[in-house]
């Protein structure tokens, strides 16, 4: 069983990458309109899950669940019935544990196969409300979430698991779904989404305070993804706000420095690239930072490039 299963997730890895090598030659997405899948989290399922997960996992989905109701973004319920077996429509192992922080106005899809795509109207909900993002989760990792995910980079949406929310019936297989996938640390999802889902250039008119009061921002790992997710979608001049916007926050990090210097090099604004290019290695400098020879090394390549 363990030998079948290892066999699934290597077809797995290949299929991935497969999909996100199609999906990184499509066009780039210039807005950002996501949607969450809450993904057969019923009754019936839960006492099948990794009992260490649990308690955890369901914190998790009721964190994300806050942050799109906060932030005004679509929330779809998704429920499996296996035609012939079960859980049956109307009774309570259909139906989500009570603890889910799910609205009887948020939509609802009812699936017969692994994929919530497959012969349902899942994607024309999606298409109407102009979704091109989806995030993830709920029971099981290794299967019905997968399925979708797969289901979701097929139909080219920006498909995204997040980590602490899913759940199977081992601990171990869930780690790899989320290492296949690349799945997203819950704190990184719940920034990406308040930043993104707001007008970027706000930023520039909030303090510190401010902008720590309104987004969970947790570290500067948050608003550097952030910027190179804008950067891969060639908003050039939003991911410079965003960066700007770490490295004041964050003033004694050498990596924001060196990544709002990429930031403005790839927009072809040569003197500010190399003004922070050059205090990501100054503070590099300052901390002892063991990236300082790749700071320095696109310091040296930006000079050299105007002489």
Known sequence: MRIKMILLLLSCTVCVLTL????ANAADVSSFEPALLVIDVQNAYLPMMDTKDVAPGMEA???LIDVFRKNNLPIIRVYHHEIGQGPAMGEEAFEFPQSVKILESDPKVIKNYPSAFTKTNLDD???AKNINCVYLFGFLATGCVLATYFGAVDRNYDAVMVREALISPKADYTEMICNITGARKLA???ASISILSRPVGELETLTNDQV????PITSPVELNFIGYYLMSKNRLPEAIIVLKTNARLFENEPNCFDSLGEAYERNGEKDPALLHYEKAVQKAKEKNDANLPVFEKN?????????
């Open 20 to 23: 996100l090598a199609q999906r």
């Open 61 to 63: 989905v009721n964190s």
């Open 125 to 127: 909900l999606l298409k």
């Open 188 to 190: 990184l999802v719940s």
């Open 212 to 215: 720590l009061k309104i987004h």
């Open 299 to 307: 310091y040296q390549r930006v000079k050299q490039s105007g002489q």
